[in-house]
């Protein structure tokens, strides 16, 4: 067996397309849009290259099939107990001795650069996509999420590899009952005169972007590994998401003016995306126009929850819940949600998930595999 690494437009075709030969009979995989894997590999697109460094092979037995892939990198800002690299992207036959072969291939890369472990498989770039191997809930993925075969899950465990957390997913169905205290909180709320919900506009998108910033960075930057983003940031990513906004089923909350609280969901894109088996040239944006236009998309995907300190436990998450439901159970088809996952590190917004009402949906690990055997595993921090 021998490792390649990619670099040749050949290389690059082969490494986007493998995971569509290895899964070709598995009825939930959706190709992710090669795009927004060439993104991560590009020094041009991904910020992670000014403070990091990234590369990918694939991998041929001794009869010149490929056999799997990986990426391999470092991020300095990454900062761990201990130096700790990077794997991603990685596929593999249903095989023990190949998947070790890849697996020490990484290992030998990462210990020369001076890495005492590796996580994986995770993401060269925000954890919000390609993050995790998933272990339980083997149905369709949503937008930028892995999807692998349930037998990745013994790939990694047998080579040594421990859960460093694991990643939850909730959801539930649209018109199921609403918990009677978010109705109880919405009735005390609505009596305030102050207090008011309004959905997300695409005309004041300069302006929701503001509000966005607000909120989430009292809510949520001083939590755990949270940071602060811009209103620029915030415009981009919105600007973005601009094609696919749904006005019905994004919520915010204000006193008087004052951003208090806000709910994002959009579409799962990839309702519409695997139609188009991972490509997105002129023909496949028509095709996708299309798509978006006849295919009724009926699940819709939670992106951020955030509730600013000084209104948290308060009842504010039930009145703009209650706000929200009714008002897209009226105007939208969906029918299922799914909020995007959730370390198990962190508590407070497991508790504000199991407060919808959801139920885990699917389950996601991110790994940890230190080189030394002797030294103790931990897992991450609860928050």
Same mark, same amino acid.
């Given at each position: 067996?021998?490792?390649?690494?990619?670099?040749? @437009?050949?290389?690059?075709? *082969?490494? =986007?397309?493998?995971?569509?030969? #290895?899964?070709?009979?598995?009825?939930?995989? /959706?190709?992710?849009?090669?795009? @927004?894997?060439?993104?991560?590999? @590009?020094?041009?697109?991904?910020?992670?290259?000014?403070?990091?460094?990234?590369?990918?092979?694939?991998?041929?037995? $001794?009869?010149?099939?490929?056999?799997?892939?990986?990426?391999?990198?470092?991020?300095?800002?990454?900062?761990?107990?201990?130096?700790?690299?990077?794997?991603?992207?990685?596929?593999?036959?249903?095989?023990?001795?190949?998947?070790?072969?890849?697996?020490?291939?990484?290992?030998?890369?990462?210990?020369?650069?001076?890495?005492?472990?590796?996580?994986?498989?995770?993401?060269?770039?925000?954890?919000?996509?390609?993050?995790? =191997? =998933?272990?339980?809930?083997?149905?369709?993925?949503?937008?930028?999420?892995?999807?692998?075969?349930? &037998?990745?899950?013994?790939?990694?465990?047998? !080579?040594?590899?421990?859960?460093?957390?694991?990643? #939850?997913?909730?959801?539930?169905?649209? &018109?199921?009952?609403?918990?009677?205290?978010?109705?109880?909180?919405?009735?005390?709320?609505?009596?305030?005169?102050?207090?008011?919900?309004?959905?997300?506009?695409?005309?004041?998108?300069?302006? !929701?972007?503001? $509000?966005?910033?607000?909120? !989430?960075?009292?809510?949520?930057?001083?939590?755990?590994?949270?940071?602060?983003?811009?209103?620029?940031?915030?415009?981009?990513?919105?600007?973005? *998401?601009?094609?696919?906004?749904?006005?019905?089923?994004?919520?915010?909350?204000?006193?008087?003016?004052?951003?208090?609280?806000?709910?994002?969901?959009?579409?799962?894109?990839?309702?519409?995306?695997? &139609?188009?088996?991972?490509?997105?040239? #002129?023909?496949?944006?028509?095709?996708?126009?299309?798509?978006?236009?006849?295919?009724?998309?009926?699940?819709?995907?939670?992106?951020?929850?955030?509730?600013?300190?000084?209104?948290?436990?308060?009842? /504010?998450?039930?009145?703009? /819940?209650?706000?929200?439901?009714?008002?897209?159970?009226?105007?939208?088809?969906?029918? @299922?949600?799914?909020?995007?996952?959730?370390?198990?590190?962190?508590?407070?917004?497991?508790?504000?998930?199991?407060?919808?009402?959801?139920?885990?949906?699917?389950?996601?690990?991110? &790994?940890?595999?230190?080189?030394?055997?002797?030294?103790?595993?931990?897992?991450?921090?609860? =928050?």
């Amino acid at each position: 067996m021998k490792a390649v690494q990619v670099v040749s @437009d050949h290389h690059i075709k *082969l490494f =986007l397309n493998f995971p569509s030969l #290895l899964f070709a009979n598995d009825k939930n995989y /959706i190709r992710p849009l090669d795009q @927004d894997i060439e993104t991560v590999f @590009d020094p041009k697109k991904n910020k992670f290259f000014r403070s990091g460094e990234c590369e990918r092979f694939i991998f041929l037995n $001794d009869k010149h099939e490929m056999v799997g892939k990986i990426a391999v990198f470092i991020n300095k800002k990454y900062r761990q107990a201990q130096p700790t690299g990077g794997i991603g992207f990685f596929d593999c036959i249903n095989d023990q001795t190949t998947a070790n072969f890849i697996f020490d291939f990484a290992k030998k890369r990462l210990q020369e650069k001076g890495m005492e472990a590796m996580d994986g498989p995770i993401n060269f770039g925000e954890r919000d996509k390609f993050w995790g =191997l =998933l272990i339980e809930g083997f149905s369709e993925p949503l937008y930028a999420m892995n999807y692998n075969a349930p &037998y990745y899950k013994e790939l990694f465990e047998n !080579y040594g590899f421990k859960i460093y957390f694991n990643q #939850l997913c909730f959801g539930r169905k649209v &018109y199921d009952g609403v918990n009677e205290n978010f109705l109880r909180m919405h009735e005390r709320i609505s009596k305030n005169p102050a207090i008011s919900a309004r959905r997300m506009k695409i005309k004041d998108l300069e302006k !929701y972007a503001a $509000d966005f910033t607000e909120v !989430y960075n009292k809510a949520w930057a001083n939590h755990g590994e949270g940071k602060e983003i811009s209103k620029a940031h915030t415009l981009k990513l919105f600007s973005t *998401l601009k094609p696919v906004i749904n006005e019905h089923i994004s919520w915010f909350v204000y006193e008087n003016e004052k951003p208090i609280a806000m709910w994002m969901n959009i579409p799962d894109l990839n309702q519409w995306f695997k &139609y188009l088996d991972g490509k997105f040239g #002129l023909w496949q944006k028509l095709k996708f126009l299309l798509v978006k236009k006849f295919k009724t998309n009926k699940k819709m995907v939670g992106l951020v929850f955030g509730i600013v300190p000084e209104w948290q436990r308060k009842g /504010i998450d039930g009145y703009m /819940i209650w706000e929200g439901t009714k008002h897209f159970r009226k105007t939208t088809d969906f029918e @299922d949600y799914e909020m995007q996952w959730i370390g198990d590190f962190n508590p407070k917004m497991i508790r504000i998930a199991e407060n919808l009402e959801t139920e885990v949906t699917r389950k996601l690990a991110t &790994y940890r595999y230190i080189f030394d055997r002797n030294k103790a595993f931990e897992r991450h921090k609860m =928050l």
